[in-house]
C-alpha cells in the first residue's frame, strides 16, 4: 500500500522527528539517504521504521538485500510524492528516509581522550565536530547545553560519525564532575600554540560557544589552553578549529 496523504498518522509522526519535541517524545531521529541509511544498518543502529517514495527503483530495493534481510517487512513503508515531502527534510531528497531509535548513553567517566562540547549552538558545527571526532578516534562526547545532535542538520553534518560515537548529553557540573581529575585541555585563542603543546595520555578536548567561547565554570577546570596560530584571520570557524585541535593534540601527546 502506498501512502499518499500528508495528513496520514505515519507521515504526521515521520514529519514530527524535524523537530526536537517529535524526537524526545517519540525517543527516535530521522536518517536520510542510501548511503547514511546502509551506514546506519552497517553500524548496528536500530531503525525503527524505513520510509521509501514509492517509485518502481524503491519497490524494488525493498525486496533485495540488505533490507530485506535486517528489516521486518511490517517495518518499510511507501510514500507518494506529497507525503514523502512532508517527511523528508532534504532540499533534494533521495527517496528513502529511516526512522532510528535515539541511543541513551548513561554519562560515565572516560577511559581515554575524549570531547566536551560547552555551549555550541550550531548544529551544523555539532554535527562536523561529531564527524571529525570519529574519524580521530575520539568515541565519547559530551555535551553540556548544545545544539541537538539528533536534529536533522545535525545529522546530515556528521555523516555518519553518529553512529560511531557516545554522545552523552548533561549539565555541565555532571560532566565536569565526571571529568575530575583528567586533563581539561580549552581552546582559546590566546592560548598556547597547540602545535608546540604536549598533553598527557589522556585528556579532554574542550569547544566553546561559536560566539561566546567556554562557559566559566569550564574555563575555571583548564590545566592547559591552547589555540591556533593565525595570519590575516582572527578566528576559525568551531568545528575547523576543532578538528585541527583533535589531530595536533593525539598527534603530541607525552
Known amino acids: 500500500m502506498v501512502i499518499t496523504s500528508k495528513q496520514n498518522p505515519v507521515v504526521k509522526e515521520l514529519a514530527s522527528l524535524k523537530e526536537k519535541k517529535g524526537r524526545r517524545e517519540r525517543g527516535t531521529f530521522l536518517v536520510e539517504g542510501d548511503k ?10 536500530e531503525i525503527v521504521r524505513l520510509a521509501l517514495l514509492a517509485t518502481n527503483e524503491r519497490l524494488a530495493l525493498a525486496g533485495a538485500s540488505p533490507f ?37 548513553w548513561a554519562l560515565k567517566p572516560p577511559d581515554e581522550s575524549c570531547i566536551l562540547l560547552d555551549g555550541v549552538s550550531d548544529p551544523a558545527n555539532v554535527g ?26 545535525s545529522v546530515r553534518a556528521s555523516m555518519s560519525g553518529i553512529f560511531y560515537t557516545e554522545l552523552m548529553r548533561g549539565t555541565r557540573e ?25 598533553p598527557p595520555e589522556k ?34 570557524n568551531a568545528a575547523v578549529s576543532a578538528g585541527i585541535l583533535m589531530y595536533e593534540l593525539k598527534n603530541h601527546r607525552k
Open 36 to 45: 547514511m541509511v546502509l551506514e546506519c544498518m552497517e553500524s548496528g543502529m
Open 68 to 104: 530485506k534481510e535486517r528489516l521486518d517487512p511490517a517495518a518499510i513503508v511507501f510514500l507518494g510524492e506529497d507525503a514523502f515531502k512532508a517527511v523528508s527534510d532534504e532540499k533534494t531528497p533521495q527517496g528513502i528516509v529511516a526512522e532510528v531509535k535515539i541511543p541513551q
Open 203 to 236: 585528556f579532554c578536548l574542550c569547544i566553546g560557544n561559536e560566539g561566546n567561547g567556554l562557559s566559566e565554570s569550564v574555563r575555571k577546570r583548564a590545566d592547559l589552553t591552547v589555540g591556533i596560530p593565525m595570519e590575516n584571520m582572527e578566528s576559525l
Open 174 to 198: 555532571e560532566i565536569l564532575g565526571l571529568l575530575s581529575g583528567i586533563c581539561m585541555v580549552v581552546a582559546d585563542m590566546g592560548g598556547t600554540d597547540v602545535f608546540s603543546c604536549a
Open 128 to 153: 562536523a565536530i561529531v564527524r571529525t571526532a570519529a574519524a580521530a578516534g575520539y568515541r565519547k562526547i559530551y555535551l553540556a547545553d548544545c545544539a541537538d545532535p539528533y536534529s536533522p542538520k
